[in-house]
């Protein structure tokens, strides 16, 4: 006996199906979709936390075949095809259970249902209590005196425990008579036909008086109702096959011992890895603290020491030409304060304190002149330091960051410590936080590891060169990426003024603009209610105007914004609610949030761009994200009014590329129809309507337009038939007929799409224009689901990664001669595909002409780059 011995059985396949459709898409940075994985993990920290499992497994279907299809050919025939962007997250929920070191298990010919059916006969033999977890009530039959089913309701946030009790109290049944009850009534989503007419009301009826399947069949006369027990005669075998194929097989041969389930729990590190990989953030904070060992010194000889004012001079003399270099930052670059900078090589390493945060004037020659190459973590930080101090620092320079990021995009920003361990084989450990340790480290300990950790990058130097010129990217590296970073330290620097006064006013007309839609939408109604409760939402909108019910949650309906927009054109209310809710994000995510990062004593924001974080080389800014402020809205749009020049006679210019991605692709594929619009300057998504829908051009409708942009900017990321459903509301079979036709009339597009298939196969990566990689180490995988993503991976990142390329290349160019040309002029802001400038009368006309140019001309394509370019008193009247 195993008595206290508590096992869990999780029926896999049901509970990524059940979150996939209950949870909007989620996608990680490098565009694996992830909210199956995210809600099956939920659901498995839930149980762990819960439950406290002494034992667990993961069963999997093994494939679309099994020995119920040897019974019944159309077993399951009527389900539609698994979407790709859930099957190819089955190979990510593997690695979750990996990292949890939990074992799964399928066997060819079988269910997930049999499996778990199996083991929990054999568990119940030995003595355990098992949990069965699912979404299928089909698992009810196997409950008993030590089995109990725990089953998800309403997608996968609300569950429902079931014992012989619970099933008695809701069904009136035994669990063995789950089994009678799909016999009767059938089920749709395994096609398994029941009796015709019996829905779960009159099958409950029925073996509430005769107790089984057989026994409906065999008294038939004594049921009530001439047409039911006619249709009963009729369909008497299939019934009996229907209960059949309802049965959970407990025989299969698995050569599994329940012990070889045992659970002692996660290794944080393992979960924590893979969860920042996910970038499953909310998930990180429910993970216990790592506890680190205390960490053993890399080598004994390092001289690390502090170095006097009176020596400084003599020191910095003996620097050899290539050193390491640590800033000893408190807080972060923009607004911390600078105590002082490690200088290491070889075995040595000097710390040079900076009175008042200022660089003394000795130590500034390291930085300003081109006689040391300095190895740093962030070159662009470094600038912006130096920026502060009105110092520029020189180009000498090697940006480990940098340089790791294009060796390897899919990584996103590397860890400084991960990343000098990886290439030295060294134990350095990051230097715990305040908050994170009951003592601080002493001021001779914290030297003591910035020492070490400016040893290490400049021993690191000579492997990442060689390994950024083997592979070809140095090129990509000087002349574009570093180069960028300086630039980027710049607009940092320099910020985008903010007009206060009309924020707040903004703030208030959001307010004002809130509560007119809020009395609107209580007329509607015919009540008054907390718009903001899903719950009672949910109620108004289905239960009291009978909107069709899309979703279900735990609190009743789903009022997520992706089924609010498909009920809009069924009531005007609808699309009042998410106005209302746009303009309260709005007024608290971009006022509010904005009035916390302007600087009072400048009223400008300074934005951080992240230069290594996307695998398509896209950059992207935070604190405050100026990237993502809504502008479906006029309202959202009219936030950009805020923005303003420094002076007021200035303007602000704003210089868009138009449709880049697709101009890309035509260039690349070779595509002569897409070509042809683009030379001509014809509207690509009014040209590709007209082709695909097979129209003259002045016949082209709004929709049939809609439907065209929706597939020509699908098509570049890759776009299943599912996803472009979903987009247009319209059925799989559709999406799949109307793609279909697109790579008819566009048959260079499908040509190109094989071919870089065929060369990441070849290669093991793609690349760029400008030859930025991104590796696809499951270009070539035996599992269908990861080849798939790579393959997609493979068809997108040559257009974004080389959209990404040339507007860096447009930037860099355009900097260059703003200076060349002793310009007042200052580049402000990088959004998408546009760039914003602020810009003095004087300068106004010359600087369009050079932005324009710049930009058209970064790199020569076989159709025309256009960019628009409009100035305005903001950013607002600039678009």
């Given amino acids: 006996m195993a008595d206290g011995n508590k096992l869990i059985l999780i029926d896999g396949n049901s509970i990524a199906y059940r979150a996939f459709f209950a949870l909007p898409l989620l996608s990680t940075a490098d565009g694996k979709y992830t909210n199956a994985v995210y809600g099956f993990t939920m659901m498995l920290l839930r149980l762990l936390e819960d439950e406290k499992p002494t034992h667990i497994l993961v069963a999997f279907d093994a494939g ?9 050919a159309e077993y399951k025939g009527t389900r539609d095809k698994t979407p790709g962007e859930l099957s190819e997250q089955f190979p990510l929920i593997r690695d979750v259970l990996n990292a949890f070191g939990i074992r799964y298990v399928e066997q060819p010919g079988y269910e997930a249902d049999d499996i778990i059916g199996t083991l929990t006969k054999k568990a119940e033999e030995e003595g355990y209590d098992c949990l069965v977890v699912s979404g299928d009530k089909d698992l009810l039959q196997l409950v008993s005196d030590h089995v109990q089913a725990m089953l998800t309701r309403k997608g996968i946030t609300e569950v429902e425990r079931f014992g012989i009790r619970e099933i008695h109290e809701k069904y009136g049944l035994t669990p063995a008579q789950i089994i009678d009850l799909k016999g009767l009534m059938g089920d749709t989503s395994d096609n398994i036909p029941g009796i015709p007419g019996v829905g779960e009301k009159t099958a409950l009826k029925l073996l509430h008086q005769f107790g089984s399947v057989e026994n409906v069949l065999d008294r038939v006369d004594e049921v009530s109702g001439k047409k039911l027990q ?51 953030k909310s998930l990180l904070d429910r993970l216990p603290e790592e506890e680190h060992e205390k960490e053993e010194p890399i080598h004994q000889d390092f001289d690390i020491r502090f170095v006097d004012e009176s020596e400084l001079e003599s020191v910095i003399a003996s620097f050899p030409p290539t050193v390491g270099v640590y800033l000893d930052l408190e807080g972060n670059y923009h607004q911390g304060i600078l105590h002082g900078v490690m200088v290491g090589s070889d075995s040595c ?4 304190e900076t009175p008042d945060g200022k660089i003394p004037s000795p130590l500034q020659s390291v930085f300003l002149e081109n006689k040391y190459k300095k190895v740093m973590y962030d070159i662009k930080a470094a600038a912006y330091v130096l920026r502060k101090q009105g110092l520029e620092m020189d180009r000498n320079v090697f940006d480990v960051l940098l340089v790791t990021y294009l060796l390897n995009p899919s990584e996103g920003t590397p860890d400084l410590i991960d990343l000098l361990n990886r290439e030295l084989k060294w134990g350095l450990l990051p230097l715990a936080k305040e908050e994170k340790r009951s003592q601080m480290p002493s001021r001779e300990e914290r030297v003591q590891w910035m020492g070490k950790v400016a040893i290490a990058l400049s021993k690191v130097e000579s492997s990442l060169s060689k390994e950024l010129a083997d592979k070809e990217l140095d090129t990509l590296y000087h002349e574009l990426e570093l180069p960028l970073s300086y630039v980027l330290a710049e607009m940092e620097f320099v910020g985008i003024r903010v007009d206060v006064d009309r924020l707040r006013e903004m703030g208030e007309e959001f307010k004002q603009s809130v509560e007119r839609l809020t009395k609107e939408i209580y007329e509607m109604a015919g009540t008054e209610f907390n718009i903001n409760s899903p719950k009672q939402l949910g109620e108004i909108l289905f239960d009291k105007m009978g909107l069709p019910v899309q979703k279900k949650t735990k609190t009743g309906y789903s009022t997520s914004a992706d089924v ?16 209302y809710r746009q303009l309260v994000k709005l007024e608290s995510t971009y006022v509010e949030g904005l009035l916390k990062v302007v600087r009072p004593e400048t009223c400008r924001v300074h934005t951080s761009f992240n230069q290594a974080l996307t695998a398509t080389g896209r950059l992207s800014s935070t604190d405050p994200n100026l990237q993502n402020i809504p502008i479906r809205m006029e309202e959202g749009r009219r ?4 923005f303003i020049p420094t002076k007021p006679d200035w303007k602000i210019v704003s210089a868009d590329y138009s449709q880049i991605e697709l101009r890309i692709l035509a260039h690349i594929s070779q595509d002569e129809n897409m070509r042809d619009a683009f030379i001509h300057d014809l509207d690509i998504h009014t040209r590709t309507a007209a082709d695909v829908f097979e129209v003259t051009l002045d016949k082209v409708t709004a929709e049939m337009r809609r439907a065209a942009k929706a597939v020509n900017f699908g098509i570049v990321y890759g776009i299943s038939d599912y996803g472009l459903s979903q987009n247009l509301n319209i059925t799989r079979k559709q999406a799949a007929e109307f793609i279909e036709n697109y790579f008819s009339k566009f048959p260079g597009v499908k040509r190109f799409m094989t071919e870089i298939v065929e060369q990441a196969r070849k290669n ?20 269908f689901n990861l080849r798939s993503f790579a393959e997609r991976t493979a068809m997108n990142t040559p257009i974004q990664g080389t959209a990404a390329d040339i507007i860096k290349k447009a930037m860099v160019d355009i900097h260059r001669e703003i ?19 602020e810009v003095p009368p004087e300068e106004l006309a010359e600087v369009i002409e050079l932005v324009r140019k710049r930009m058209e001309e970064a790199v020569e ?6 960019v628009d370019i409009h100035a305005g008193n903001n950013w607002y009247e600039a678009k």
């Fill in 349 to 352: 390493a000097w710390y040079i």
């Fill in 230 to 280: 006619e249709r009963i005669r009729e369909h008497r075998e299939q019934a009996l096959l229907s209960k059949q194929l309802a049965t959970i097989h407990r025989d299969v041969p698995l050569d599994l011992a329940i012990d070889s389930f045992a659970y002692q729990g996660f290794d944080t590190a393992s979960v924590k890895d893979i969860f920042q990989k996910l970038a499953f």
């Fill in 861 to 866: 394509l076989s159709v025309p780059l256009k």
């Fill in 64 to 72: 679309k075949e099994n020995f119920r299809h040897e019974q019944y």
């Fill in 819 to 837: 200076i060349e040309r002793g310009l007042t002029t200052r580049m402000l802001l990088q959004v998408h595909d546009e760039l914003i400038f």
């Fill in 564 to 579: 609010l927009e498909k009920l809009a054109p069924f009531a005007p209310i609808v699309q009042k609610i998410l106005d």
């Fill in 764 to 783: 093991g990566y793609v690349t760029t224009l400008l030859n930025r990689r991104r590796y696809l180490p499951d270009i070539n995988s035996r599992n």
């Fill in 639 to 642: 936030l950009r009014q805020v």
